[in-house]
């Protein structure tokens, strides 16, 4: 179906997936970001939020063979 790949769930995954994107930008900018400008981060964590999709894309495309 479409919420599950063999057993997985779709939602399930994008929550988890969500919450360490979350851990990462704490780890990586703790308090900082509550008083940054808008979009201070984007240069530097978009690389991180680019290699995390790709790795979610390729355990997708793993799981549905």
Do not use: C
Not at 3 to 19: K, M, Q, R, V, W
Not at 41 to 63: K, Y
Request: glycine residues 4%; hydrophobic residues 50%; proline residues 2%.
């Amino acid at each position: 179906t479409l919420s599950s790949i063999n057993g997985i769930s779709l939602a399930g995954t994008a929550f988890a997936f969500l919450e360490d994107i979350k851990g990462r930008f704490l780890a990586a900018y703790h308090s900082r970001y509550q008083t940054a400008p808008a979009y201070s981060f984007n240069e530097d964590f978009s690389r991180t939020l680019a290699v995390q999709m790709v790795w979610l894309i390729i355990f997708f495309f793993d799981m549905s063979k």
